[in-house]
Every structure is written in structure tokens, then in C-alpha cells.
């Protein structure tokens, strides 16, 4: 098993090491969110049996778990889920807040960079420009999520209709209007007590420098100009859409169950959801624009080539300016 985690790290792809990158420099190495996802050369070292054992016992107990399904039997559900997991101590429910108890040490976003020199395969270089918002218990966590969609984005060879992006505004004003943009895509990274709104994206290495430029003018635009009742109407409905999608999915479904349940000890229904969307309005979409603007900004870049690509101070210096 390490010699197969030693081959994925070595051909890992670039898009996974931006996000890797992202949450480093948004949080900092030494704390929880912005250590990586993926063992590193130096930790696979030192993993073993008894380190495996340990993580087991302190993670995979009882009050951190909630056994969930969809499209089954619940008496039968029951049944195996007693048969199984009985034996377990404790009670087995998801309790809110229960994961990021006494035993998780809560992290603090702190903005800054991370570079990473690496040549990929299309010799494109890719950066992700990103601001703190709210985690999962914030008030503005569904308007941050409409304000994702309203952003959307995609990569040049995207196709379709609203549901794939061609609407949205990063579609619309930066992958219609430069020919060097590759991919300009809005993205979330949430976490109970912090989280990340960002655009990241793709160009040659001679125009990354003018593709974060166009990222953080879109920031702007968002905390300077309102958005129109037609486009926050369409990001509103393309949201609801996906949600309703998605919850076609049996495993989709049962997925979202466990997610809920650990971390809000409840499950809101897709009518509740939908409803949250309908009530976001273009003044939270400028309030929560706003907020971002006047924290430190966060920046990754992997690339071949990032002479172009500008430090944090200079991104901070212009915001305040």
C-alpha cells in the first residue's frame, strides 16, 4: 500500500496540488486546514500499523458516526446496523458540533501564498485567488453558495446550456473575452469554523499575472455594483436546480444525510434548502462581497512559469487602494 501511495504522489495531478495549495496558504502548514489531504513523502515514512491503530480508536467510535441509508427498509436497516455496529460502545448518533469537539484543535484563517514550481502536461499555469467566508454555521453560507453559481465559470472546451456554466458571469466576461483564459471556474472550500470563496483558473505562464488582475476585478465588481434581479434570479434557479439533482441519487442522498447529521444533528429537506436559496437577495450577495474585500486575500499558483504571477502583499496593497 505505501509503495501505491508513493506512485500517486509522484504523478499527482496539478488541479489537486492548486487545492492543496490554496488551503496552505489561506491557513497556514501548522494548522488543521491547511495540512495536506494526502500523505506526503516525509509522513509515509513514518506510517505504520500502530499509527493506523491509533487513528482508528480515536476516530472511529461510535459518538463520531451516523449510519445512514436511502431506499432500504428500516426495520431491516436496523437490524444490520445492530448486527454490525452494536457491539460498538456508545450511542450512535450524529451529534452537532461532535467531530470538532475538545479533541480538534479549531483553525484561524490567516490569508497568505503558496508557489509551487511543477511543470504539467499542457504547460499551462494555474492560480486560485481566494477570501475567507463564513463555514458551515454561518448565516451567509446559502448566499455564498448562490453567489458561487452566479459566478460559475468553467474551462474553454465547456458546452451546454445554464446548467453547465455558459450563463454564468466568469463564462460570460472572462473565458468570451480572452482568448489566453483557459478556465475560470468559482469554487467553496467549507469547514465548520472558517471557509473559502475563490476563483481559480488556467493560462498560459506570460498571462497568469493578468488572469489574478481579472479574478480580483470580479471581486470588486461584486462589493462595488449589485447584482442585477435577472442574474441573481438565474443563479438562484441553476442552484436549486443542482440541488435537486443531486437528490436523485440514492448515494448521493444517503451522503447527505451523514453530513447533515454530524455536522448540524439534524437534516434540512430539499424544500427547506430550496426555500434558503429563494430568500438570498442581491443585498446579501454585496454584503457578503464586501466582507470578503476587506480581509487578507489568499493565492496559490503550480506552474512551469510564475514569474508573472503577483505576491499577496501586492494583491492586498491594491484592494486597500
Not at 488541479?15 to 495540512?35: N, P, R, T
Not at 509515509?44 to 458516526?65: D, H, I, Q, T, W
Request: net charge negative; hydrophobic share 40%.
Amino acid at each position: 500500500m505505501k509503495h501505491v501511495m508513493s506512485y500517486q504522489m509522484q504523478d499527482m495531478p496539478v488541479d489537486v496540488l492548486l487545492k492543496e495549495g490554496i488551503q496552505i496558504a489561506a491557513y497556514g502548514g501548522g494548522q488543521s486546514l491547511g495540512m495536506p489531504h494526502f500523505c506526503t513523502e516525509e509522513g509515509l515514512g513514518r506510517l505504520n500499523r500502530e499509527m493506523l491503530g491509533e487513528f482508528r480508536n480515536k476516530f472511529l467510535v461510535a459518538e463520531r458516526m451516523v449510519l445512514a441509508g436511502a431506499g432500504v427498509n428500516h426495520e431491516e436497516f436496523v437490524r444490520l446496523g445492530e448486527k454490525y455496529f452494536g457491539e460498538m460502545a456508545g450511542e450512535m448518533a450524529g451529534v452537532a458540533g461532535g467531530v470538532a469537539g475538545g479533541a480538534t484543535k479549531l483553525s484561524t484563517y490567516t490569508g497568505g501564498e503558496y508557489r509551487l514550481e511543477k511543470e504539467g502536461s499542457d504547460n499551462f499555469t494555474r492560480i486560485a485567488l481566494a477570501f475567507e467566508v463564513g463555514g458551515w454555521h454561518d448565516d451567509d453560507l446559502v448566499g455564498t453558495c448562490v453567489l458561487q453559481i452566479l459566478l460559475g465559470g468553467g474551462d474553454s472546451f465547456s458546452a451546454g446550456g445554464p446548467g453547465k456554466g455558459m450563463y454564468s458571469r466568469l463564462y460570460r466576461e472572462v473565458l468570451n473575452r480572452f482568448y489566453w483564459a483557459e478556465a475560470s471556474e468559482a469554487f467553496t472550500s467549507l469547514h465548520d469554523e472558517s471557509g473559502l470563496l475563490g476563483i481559480s483558473g488556467s493560462s498560459v505562464g506570460g498571462k497568469s499575472g493578468k488572469l489574478t488582475m481579472v479574478f480580483l476585478e470580479h471581486f470588486a465588481k461584486l462589493a462595488m455594483v449589485k447584482v442585477t434581479d435577472e442574474e441573481l434570479s438565474r443563479a438562484k434557479n441553476m442552484l436549486k436546480c443542482n440541488v435537486l439533482t443531486q437528490m436523485e441519487s440514492r448515494p448521493v442522498v444517503f451522503e447527505d444525510i451523514g453530513r447533515q447529521m454530524l455536522t448540524y444533528g439534524r437534516r434540512d429537506g430539499v424544500d427547506v434548502v430550496c426555500n434558503k436559496i429563494e430568500m438570498v437577495e442581491a443585498d446579501d450577495i454585496l454584503r457578503i462581497a464586501k466582507k470578503c474585500m476587506m480581509g487578507k486575500p489568499s493565492i496559490a499558483s503550480v506552474g512551469a512559469d510564475l514569474s508573472t504571477v503577483p505576491r499577496v502583499e501586492e494583491i492586498s496593497r491594491l484592494i486597500i487602494a
